[in-house]
């Protein structure tokens, strides 16, 4: 995991978000997903088509547990990264 340059930020600091690591966010690489935690940008993989289709369709298959009918199992809370 890429981090923003030594002496922008310390992990943890609160208050505003240092210039170079915002122009890093947005200038992060396309294939790369890119997010701000405490003033710390980090880089990740993007997942790849084929395990971003796979999540979708268990998703879907899932949703019965999510939101339930009356008289349908359920009450999880399911969240997809």
Request: hydrophobic residues 40%; charged residues 25%.
């Amino acid at each position: 995991m890429a981090r923003a340059a030594a002496g922008d930020v310390t992990p943890g600091q609160r208050g505003a978000t240092p210039p170079a690591v915002i122009e890093g966010y947005r200038h992060a690489p396309e294939h790369l997903v890119a997010e701000i935690i405490d003033g710390v940008r980090s880089l990740l993989p993007r997942p790849r088509r084929r395990r971003a289709r796979g999540a979708t369709r268990l998703a879907g298959k899932l949703v019965k547990f999510d939101d339930p009918a009356v008289g349908d199992p359920g009450g999880w809370v399911i969240l997809a990264e």
